[in-house]
């Protein structure tokens, strides 16, 4: 069945401007500021190198982490990185629309790539708004007439409606990147094609879209059961009345996630049997893992799930039949801490369902442990997760609007 949105193959870009939003947002040391793992520049350096070998003038613009976090930073290492893979050039501007960026634009060569400044750091990208108010945001405005055509790549954060991923799209004719068509041709036939049982492990620190898409996934009762890991699983420990105690209390209330307990005992009180929560942790004391039954937790911070939940964790996830998964159980880049993302890893690799694993660090973990036997490895969590809980994700939704707005 053909897209209903347009692709690369739809546009004639020798020569023309191309506005790429891209998904290159990656691990950082927070000791040394140095990139941890490229997975994600990889993966949209075919869409990038594909552009310029077709005489394209590629603009990339693409986020690193959020405000607040240890890991937002600029994208120069980024560049560099991209440089070494494509193994061309790719010029570097620490600029996002002013004057200095738009200039570096002008002066564009066909063949020629350009990725500008971290586009995060201006703060109107990081309102969520309908597309036609973000494509009256200043940047979108400026950097509109600089172009010809607008292509989104950024699956990973296509559940976003930021001034980046649909404004542009209103304004300009565009398409859908490699990584995009693919993800998407890739999550839309697994949708059609859910066997029972359906089990989602939902992991990680993003709390806000786990817990949007378990309340989604639970009330269509597309989902069998949920299976809680990492900061997630303790929201909803503490939620269902477990003392986690204070250290991992402040950590939550330090990231202004109180709201999702409360949120977290609701769904605990509706869907009881069919959400699982940890029934032993690892804290870490010293740096040395220690491992104790969830009512027994001393105040230390918790970093992996214990060894009984992970074999508890491993056995629903061998009898599913369709398993969905995002974020790792702990804080596995922490030597002594990976086990809990491993064990479920293993258990999905070797589960005879069909499988989904998205997330930047999950995805991580699965590349660096060499796994087989995964059907397919998103490059983005959140957006893969929404979508499959029967989410309308912004950027793909405006893709459309554009395919049809420009058809011919």
Partial sequence: MAPDFNTIDDLEVEGKTVLVRVDINSPVDPLTGLLLDDTRIRLHAETIAELANKGAKTVIIAHQSRPGKKDFTTLEQHAEALSNLLD???SYV?????SNAREAIGGLHSGDILLLENV???SEEILQREAPQQAETHMVKLLSPLADYFINDAFAAAHRSQPSLVGFAVNLPSAAGRVMERELTALYSA???VERPC?????GVKVD???MVMKNALEAGSADYILT???VANIFLWGGGVNIRKHNQNFIKDRDYCAYVKK???LCKKFKDQILVPTDLAVCKDDKRLEYPVDQLPNLPIFDLGTETTTEYARVIRNARTIFANGPAGVFEKEGFNQGTEDILNAISSSPGFSIIGGGHLAAAANQMGLGGISHISSGGGASISLIAGERLPAVEVLKKAALKHKG
């Fill in 88 to 90: 061309r050039p790719v």
């Fill in 191 to 193: 949708v059609s094609n």
């Fill in 199 to 203: 089990v989602y492990v939902l992991g």
């Fill in 229 to 231: 890991t990492g900061l």
């Fill in 209 to 211: 879209d786990s817990i």
């Fill in 120 to 122: 995060r750091f201006y």
């Fill in 94 to 98: 620490d600029d996002i629309f002013g």
């Fill in 264 to 266: 977290a005992q609701e």
